[in-house]
């Protein structure tokens, strides 16, 4: 089963996102949103209409394919005006829509073109535009970001909202790239085999990710086992690890297996003897196996006494000496940064 | 081997590859069409082989000139002359562009289910167009014998069902060599739109679905357009052999179907007019041939114009 009892709800003009591994069911609920497969039980509305009987081409749903499957025998003029028949548009009426399509899209000029003469993110556009020519309530877009080179992609996020924001219109990006989806959305949803497990805010989802496969998901973290204490005051927890008692944000029953997760930019990496006076709960000592110069940033890698690995990493300070590899430093482990999480 | 001797080998070894298909084509191809075409400029005789002149190798220069006087165009001439050539021409013309027709009608939809049916479906559907093939052509069409004739399976099921009170007809109708032209040709039809067909990107569909088009419309603006040169194809490979069909009309198209196969072989074996008969081969070859030279060139153009249009 590819989608098992997904239930969300979106708002008007939000721009929601699915997030997962390619196979976890995404694009499957997808395509059962625009009609193409059909759910077994449970429904799809939009607004007050029930969509889940509907073939596809009586949606007031669009899709934007994640191959764009632009009609390579039509100019972009053709393609964009495809969708137009049969909304009563007059011929004037069709042309300026399809030219108001291009300007939104940038693509003016490039009527006559057939999909084959265009470069990747102008097809891109091109399928955009296209999907958008019957001013959809919802559109959703498959990997719309996939077939882009790095560099097109950030600038191409950035139109994608200009874009959303203009029309109003509600979007569904589905993706398995979490930069993007955090640039992109108002909220994501994570879907994990077949099932929504989490859904909020990209911040929310990064700071406080609800298990560690969303936590692993959505950037790199540091996974520490072990067995929740009893609850302190101002909501901090001790957690007993292999690294020592750590001290660290959540909910749980003590004596219960948690797993302690904390992003690597939140780990404070400093030499032995510095920064005694800072309220830096959980101190832990360390090796420094490695420095990475990263340009804006240093990553850091830390052998611990028990020969597991944290990742950190720093903003470069502005002035002053760094750790050296091979130093023994010392590893705070803010309790606000650090979350438990089942196990 | 080593240096210079290894790299010729090589060059000869793939000279030899390449050559092949030409080879092939000049030994069984051009040479009998140029043995046919010398013919098709001799005259009959009553002799062994029954055509004059016959090219003496030990007559010398003299031998060679004597040899191309007595060439002449007279075979051509009495086929321009005798109006059941045309006929017969016109007539194979119009059973193979009919039956094309017909063809195109019924083989578009039916490679469409096999492209559209689930991968498990797939290679067993295209095995049973194939099937066939497996039993000899001229069983086949002896079989439709069986079918079509006025005692046949076909005609006794529509007297059981009431539907006629006395038996049609089909058998030696110029329906008859129809329904056996398009049975016996189906499968060049299916095969190559099919495989275009099939290789489509299905999101091409959808992506018509998702814009408003029923199935009719996404099928008709976006399939069929996109399989044409599949369709191409499949009308080219059924409509060449079928002009100069012999097998089918004569079996199950009577005495009075007129076709430039059978004509061919009346002038062949029954006349013993080996020039005429090369004549109207020589004929049926550029009858076949025009329209594709006329389709590739079309297509060419169509190309050529499609770049043009870019600049």
């Known amino acids: 089963m590819a989608v098992d009892g997904v239930s969300f709800d979106l708002a008007g003009g939000e721009f929601f996102c699915l997030l997962g591994p390619s196979g976890c069911g995404k694009s499957t609920l997808l395509r059962m949103v625009a009609g193409f497969e059909t759910p077994d039980s449970g429904t799809i509305r939009l607004g007050e209409t029930d969509l889940t009987a509907l073939p596809p081409h009586r949606r007031p749903v669009n899709m934007m394919f994640q191959s764009y499957a632009l009609f390579p025998h039509m100019s972009v003029a053709a393609n964009l005006a495809y969708g137009l028949k049969g909304l009563g548009l007059g011929r004037t009426q069709s042309a300026e829509r399809v030219k108001a399509l291009l300007r939104l899209v940038r693509l003016e000029g490039f009527e006559a073109r057939r999909p084959d003469k265009l470069s990747g993110g102008q097809r891109q556009r091109v399928a955009l535009a296209r999907a958008l020519a019957r001013e959809p309530r919802l559109l959703l877009l498959d990997e719309p970001l996939g077939a882009l080179d790095r560099a097109l992609r950030e600038e191409t996020q950035g139109e994608l909202r200009a874009i959303q924001r203009r029309l109003g219109t509600s979007f569904v990006v589905v993706t398995h790239d979490a930069e993007e989806a955090m640039a992109l959305a108002d909220r994501i949803g994570v879907m994990e085999r077949g099932r929504l497990v989490q859904v909020g805010p990209a911040r929310e989802l990064y700071e406080r990710p609800a298990s560690r496969y969303v936590a692993g998901l959505l950037g790199d973290v540091n996974l520490i086992d072990g067995r929740l204490g009893r609850a302190e005051p101002g909501g901090v927890r001790g957690v007993e690890t292999a690294l020592g008692l750590l001290r660290a944000s959540g909910e749980g029953e003590a004596g219960n297996a948690v797993v302690v997760a904390i992003r690597p930019e939140r780990l404070v990496v400093s030499g032995e003897g510095e920064g005694e006076g800072d309220d830096l709960s959980g101190r832990l000592r360390g090796r420094l196996t490695e420095a990475t110069f990263l340009g804006d940033r240093i990553r850091y890698r830390v052998e611990m006494a028990n020969g597991s690995t944290l990742r950190a990493s720093a903003v470069l300070p502005a002035s002053g000496p760094i750790p050296a590899v091979g130093e023994t430093v010392a590893v705070a482990v803010p309790a606000d940064a650090a979350r438990i999480l089942p196990a | ?169 089909i058998l030696d109708s110029p329906f008859g060599v129809l329904i056996g032209l398009t049975y016996a040709y189906l499968p060049f039809m299916v095969l190559p739109l099919y495989a275009v067909m099939s290789r489509l990107d299905p999101a091409l569909t959808e992506a018509a679905a998702d814009l408003g088009a029923g199935r009719a419309r996404a099928f008709f603006t976006v399939t069929l357009p996109l399989s044409l040169p599949g369709l191409a194809a499949g009308a080219l490979l059924c409509f060449i052999p079928m002009v100069g069909e012999f097998i089918i009309p004569d079996l199950l198209g009577g005495s009075d179907t007129l076709m430039l196969g059978r004509v061919l072989w009346s002038e062949f074996f029954s006349n013993r007019d080996w020039p005429l008969a090369s004549a109207v081969a020589v004929l049926l070859l550029i009858l076949v041939v025009g329209p594709v030279v006329l389709f590739r060139e079309a297509e060419l153009r169509r190309e050529e114009a499609a770049e043009g249009a870019q600049r």
Do not use: C, H
């Open chain 2, 1 to 169: 081997m080593r240096g210079p001797s290894r790299r010729l080998s090589q060059r000869l070894g793939r000279g030899f590859v390449r050559g092949l298909p030409f080879l092939w084509l000049a030994l069984f191809f051009l040479v009998p069409f140029a043995v046919t075409l010398k013919i098709s400029f001799s005259s009959p005789a009553t002799a062994q082989p029954p055509y004059l002149p016959v090219l003496e190798w030990d007559g010398g220069l003299e031998g060679w000139r004597e040899f191309f006087e007595a060439l002449d165009f007279q075979n051509y001439q009495m086929i321009a002359a005798d109006a059941l050539y045309r006929d017969a021409a016109l007539s194979s013309l119009g059973y193979a562009a009919l039956a094309t027709a017909i063809l195109v009608l019924i083989g578009t939809p039916t490679a469409y289910a096999m492209a559209r049916a689930s991968a498990r479906w797939q290679p067993i559907l295209v095995a049973l167009v194939i099937v066939p093939f497996w039993t000899s052509f001229l069983i086949r069409v002896y079989a439709w014998i069986a079918i079509l004739k006025p005692e046949g399976l076909l005609n006794a099921a529509l007297i059981k069902l009431g539907l006629i009170a006395a038996p049609l007809p």
